[in-house]
DNA sequence: TGTATATTTGCACACGTTTGTACATAAAGA
DNA sequence: TCTTTATGTACAAACGTGTGCAAATATACA
């Protein structure tokens, strides 16, 4: 573990003042090509690599970007991540993920980091408590650039990459209403975030325009997981009017209400139709394989990095409002 | 997009030197208590947020750790992850997750970001594709603390965090024997990796122990989809002694060779044992459900950061081998 | 009042890099 | 030979923060 090198090392060793080894190492001409090939050559000998916080120091900013999520393994944010830090990568950037946990004050640290670190750009979706933007606010104050995608805050000025979840929703509800179903359930998150919002509205407007009376949603700010989806049925279950159909936001919860309709004998899709948010793989291995509704994560990561790009490079101001809708598409399988 | 501020701007406004400035800011004994609050009031009002590139050019370190999987979108990568943030997030660290997408280029250029900006520790599993460890090397070069979690560079002197791939596989394949099976076959990645070459030790060992004389080894390399394991099957099943189980390392592949099975009119297990690595949902939806492999994705989370911490603090020295191993177990359910 | 001690603040330098400017040397032209 | 221009290198200041040391002020004690 011996001390870094820095150019002044090198400089020392090589008889040259360090700003002449600053200038051969970044190809500037004003340097002797006999000397710029002896510094290079010395550096890589000794595997020397820049103090980016002396450089970030003097302003110039670095190529990493972060990216926060609200949980890492969920499909729909892995796949993302995925993505996205392939189609950075080949621009030159490097992605650094965080997981705020569905949890404010993680996310709040998170931010507060990448300020003091000086990212050079951010891509966010919201955790699912978060109601106050001011911390993301910061990043604009700070002059880093920053891109939201799916989930928002919905009071910032800043370039956003969202899904159409109101008119799928819509879709996805009438497209049950005309395969005869009546008595239609919707499970989703926290009503505050736009995207739970926005399929509780497609939703109700569905059932509104079609005259349905039964409407039955379930908000849930708990953790989606196989087991709540068992209780869930079992509740819906044990009602007067039990739902013949749901449209849920998620693939753990939507798991767990198959799993716990076998048990109750029910069948997939006469008795009960299913239609859940999401590309997960369960979905197509399961019996029988689940509608889904898929939200195009190429594009949705491609369009947040080209916007953030755009503002790293100046090409486009910061803190400058702009929303692109992304079609989410009903993939028809079995379950309806 | 103003300026940022600094303790500077602080200081000349409250007519104190910014070292005075500096000293409130970290509660620094020496300073009054009414100039502390003035500051820190100050500094709360205008959003202060320290400059972490000025702090790190004087040696100090951040809080920052690095964590490098070859894919985000893997389950036993995502779940580890999701435990590492949480653990690391209560010891008062931030993780940042980089994808190396199974490619050395990109594995490279990762540590050498993560040397730049002088990260408090890194912990990784390493791509498919690395055969040389000269850039994890560099990071003990430059002091910063490395530890390998399930795949690692053997010829590196640093804590490791491994899987009982052997012992697992070795029982996972006379658990078949003993059920009966007679011609198991073995799909696993390229066995220049530690994980994969376990693995296959496992299964060749355990053929032996039991004079199995049908041994059947697939090494891949390519990327592990649905697609690939429905193909896989398709050439297993045209070969003249056809399995009639199969120890898979890939959830996706074995999700493919299951639906390709139902194609096929082979039931599971009685025509076709399968045992899968790894703890991915579609798994238990399945019908039958998959016997899997389970790497208590937890513990190698918690061992893994509490050996990089004790490093980082230098409770525990830089650059000295240490091997945890972690049980993993099979689960047992339907598919065998 | 004067001296000793405790408390608080200011000063100056360092960390590693970049960059405008000045200097030195070499080549070219008169 | 002397100027002019081109080329290569050195110098110094700056980015924002932290810290040892000196200076200044306040408090205690004789």
Redesign the pocket.
Known sequence: MQ??I???DIAKEL??????V??A??ND?????S?RDMVLAYAREHDYQ??MN??Q????TNNTVALIVPNINHTFFSDIISHLTNAAYESGYIISVFQSNEDFAQEVDIINTIIKQNYAGVIASISSRTTDSKHFKLLNTFGIPLVFFDRMCDDMQTPKVLVNNYEITFEATEYLINKGYERIAHLTGPTHINVFNDRLRGYTNALVKHKHTFELNMELDEEFTIELGKQCLINLMDANEKPDAIISSSTLLTMGIALQAREFNLRIPEDLALIVFGNHLGTIVMQPQLTTISQSEYEIADLAFELLEKMITREMPIGEACTKLVNAQIIYRESC
Chains 1, 2 share one sequence.
Do not use: D, F, Q, W
């Open positions: 001390k870094r820095t150019i002044k008889n040259v003042h360090h700003s002449t600053s200038r190492l970044r001409p004003r340097v002797n090509e000397t820049t103090n002396a450089v120091l003097r302003g110039v």
